[in-house]
Structures are given as structure tokens and as C-alpha cells.
T-cell receptor, first 112, second 111 residues
């Protein structure tokens, strides 16, 4: 079992819709969770971090965390074609020196 | 501009050749990391350095060595390149509050 799992996609949504990206993790001691966006041929860029159970909103993005279910999600409201990218879920490993474990990413395609 | 700078951006090596990937950050971060990214496998940690003078193995360290030259610089060396090391390599650094800041990547092909 992979430590951080994501559906590889592609997830295809129409412009203006809500895109829902999901991630599960195996390390029960993890306390910090991150979502990165990666455009093709570019480096990952941090878009959201979440540390407590519940929702965290930042503009069109909402991160949701459920530690009991070991589940993290990212909602993108009013999706735009510019949101088309691969979204990487990352989990800070417990007990280590701030190591992040990444999922393989979900490719999102927003079509006009 | 503040950030993480990687060189070179592209490199083609012949099997058995050696090279060093350079990484420097100007954000005064303590922790620095080297990842490789392969299709369908996400980012995998090669080596990391929690602070100047310390380095530790990550998930896939075989075939690589690293040097934390000072607080700013963290280099990755391939002593004898193999085709399996064809990948995109990312350097990253981290502060206490946020996630990683990544460099622009090095696309390495070993033929």
C-alpha cells in the first residue's frame, strides 16, 4: 500500500463547475498536509496547507481534512481552464525531519 | 528574486558518466531536499539535509551522493549514471511554517 494515494485521473470538469480532488494517507501520526499544483513541465507550487480537522478556505480553494478517516481533499470552485494541471497531495511524515511524502498526483482538465 | 535556483536545467549523459546537480536557496531555510519525479510515480525523496552539516537518505538514495556545502547550497552527485536515473530532479527548501519551495527542475537523460 502506498503511503499517499491519489486517483491519477484525468478528472474532467466543465468550466464553472466544482472540481473535487481526493487523497488518502497511511501514516496516522501525520499532522501536516499540503496541496501542490504542477503545470506541465513546471515545478510544483504550494496552494494550500491544512493542519486541523475540518475545512480551510482560500479564495476558490477549500481543503478538507479528516484525520480519523485519514483523508484529505481539495475543492476548486468555479473551475477555470487555467486550473488544468496536476494536483499533488503531500503529507508530512511523523517522526522525521520535516519530510514530505507525495502522492502521484491527479490530473485535472477543465474544459470550456 | 528569492527562491531556489537549480542548475543545469537540461543535461544528457552517457551511461557511466558523472555529474553534479547544483542547488542554492536564498531564503535562509535550514532544510533542503532532493526529489526525483517519474511519470506515474510522483515525487520520490532521494536525500535531505535537516540543517547545515547533516544529510540523510530518503526513499531512493542508491546511485546518488549529496553535499550540504553551507546553509545555502545542497548538491546532488551521480557518480556513474545509469539509464534508470533518467528523470526530472527537483531541489526544494523549507521553512518552519510552510511547505516546500521548489526549484525549476533539472531534466536529465542518460543514454
Amino acid at each position: 500500500q502506498k503511503e499517499v494515494e491519489q486517483n491519477s485521473g484525468p478528472l474532467s470538469v466543465p468550466e464553472g463547475a466544482i472540481a473535487s480532488l481526493n487523497c488518502t494517507y497511511s501514516d496516522r501520526g501525520s499532522q501536516s498536509f499540503f496541496w501542490y499544483r504542477q503545470y506541465s513541465g513546471k515545478s510544483p507550487e504550494l496552494i494550500m496547507s491544512i493542519y486541523s480537522n475540518g475545512d480551510k478556505e482560500d479564495g476558490r480553494f477549500t481543503a478538507q481534512l479528516n484525520k480519523a478517516s485519514q483523508y484529505v481533499s481539495l475543492l476548486i470552485r468555479d473551475s477555470q481552464p487555467s486550473d488544468s494541471a496536476t494536483y499533488l497531495c503531500a503529507v508530512k511524515a511523523s517522526g522525521g525531519y520535516n519530510k514530505l511524502i507525495f502522492g502521484a498526483g491527479t490530473r485535472l482538465a477543465v474544459h470550456p | 528574486n528569492a527562491g531556489v535556483t537549480q542548475t543545469p536545467k537540461f543535461q544528457v549523459l552517457k551511461t557511466g558518466q558523472s555529474m553534479t546537480l547544483q542547488c542554492a536557496q536564498d531564503m535562509n531555510h535550514n532544510s533542503m531536499y532532493w526529489y526525483r519525479q517519474d511519470p506515474g510515480m510522483g515525487l520520490r525523496l532521494i536525500y535531505y539535509s535537516a540543517s547545515e552539516g547533516t544529510t540523510d537518505k530518503g526513499e531512493v538514495p542508491n546511485g546518488y551522493n549529496v553535499s550540504r556545502l553551507n546553509k545555502r547550497e545542497f548538491s546532488l552527485r551521480l557518480e556513474s549514471a545509469a539509464p534508470s536515473q533518467t528523470s526530472v530532479y527537483f531541489c526544494a527548501s523549507r521553512d518552519q511554517q510552510n511547505g516546500y519551495t521548489f526549484g525549476s527542475g533539472t531534466r536529465l537523460t542518460v543514454v
